[in-house]
């Protein structure tokens, strides 16, 4: 059993053929998927998805590369949290590599996102790229260790995942772990221990190899287990159980 942590099924490439994206999860174990937002314009969308799906969880948030969307208020995410299935407040971060110049408002956007996360003890979804010094500094100012979170889609390197775990986080990999040049990710892999960690696809974006270019879907975090498992000596089916044990842990606060 395996669950993807963290998906975008309600974007055009996925939404467009969930029967086979639902029939794909079952054939490879995939028993669960947290469906990501990234605006609140598409919320109503996810949240549909997950009220008609018993499997499908999801989250509220804000992504930091969006800029032409409504921003979010603390009261509008804590409000937006306040149902059973949404289980995580985010996709919420800092990025630096996909916009420049002066990105005070992100990083507010992202201060918003972590005072909500308190205020309703709902867990992070973090999102870091090319940030990673002032993602953990805004973290430790705002206080992310009390609701505590995930470190999503994690390319940075192990003291960042140090300093992420010492709050508490969860860290979690997803096909970018199976690429070739991903030496020294694996290597962070090889040394964050199984039960801090999660797997994800980030579909549709980064399937993993060997689907690596074709559009990604949550039946393929098998494959990112598959490669935790080589890199740890274990089997993917144990990969599988812990991860998807902390995935409960996290979002819902009991383990299956
Ligand atoms: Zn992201
Ligand atoms: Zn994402």
């Known amino acids: 059993m395996y669950i993807d942590s963290h998906c975008h099924i309600n974007f055009p490439d996925l939404a467009d053929k969930l029967p086979e994206v639902f029939d794909l999860m079952r054939q490879n174990q995939v028993s669960h998927a947290l469906c990501i937002s990234v605006e609140l314009e598409r919320f109503p969308d996810i949240l549909a998805l997950a009220e008609s799906h018993p499997n499908v969880y999801a989250s509220v948030g804000v992504h930091p590369d969006h800029e032409d969307c409504s921003e979010p208020s603390v009261e509008q995410l804590v409000a937006l949290a306040d149902h059973p299935k949404v289980v995580a407040i985010g996709e919420t971060g800092l990025d630096y590599f996909r916009l420049t110049g002066d990105l005070e408002w992100q990083r507010e956007r992202f201060r918003t996102h972590m005072r909500a996360a308190r205020a309703c003890r ?37 003291a960042v995942a140090e300093a992420a775990m010492e709050m508490g986080f969860y860290i979690s990999f997803s096909g970018i772990v199976t690429f070739k040049n991903a030496v020294a990710l694996r290597e962070v892999a090889a040394a964050v221990p199984l039960e801090r960690m999660l797997i994800e696809t980030d579909s549709p974006y980064l399937a993993p ?48």
């Open 122 to 158: 709902k867990p992070l979804v973090i999102h870091t790229r090319s940030a990673a010094e002032d993602t953990l500094r805004l973290m430790r100012e705002e206080r992310a260790g009390e609701p505590g979170g995930v470190m999503h889609c994690f390319t940075e390197s192990l």
């Open 209 to 256: 190899v060997p689907h690596r270019g074709r559009t990604n879907q949550p039946g393929y975090v098998m494959h990112v287990a598959e490669e935790i498992a080589r890199i740890k000596g274990l089997a993917a089916e144990e990969v599988g159980e812990i991860t998807s044990q902390n995935f409960f842990r996290l979002f819902t606060s009991a383990v299956h």
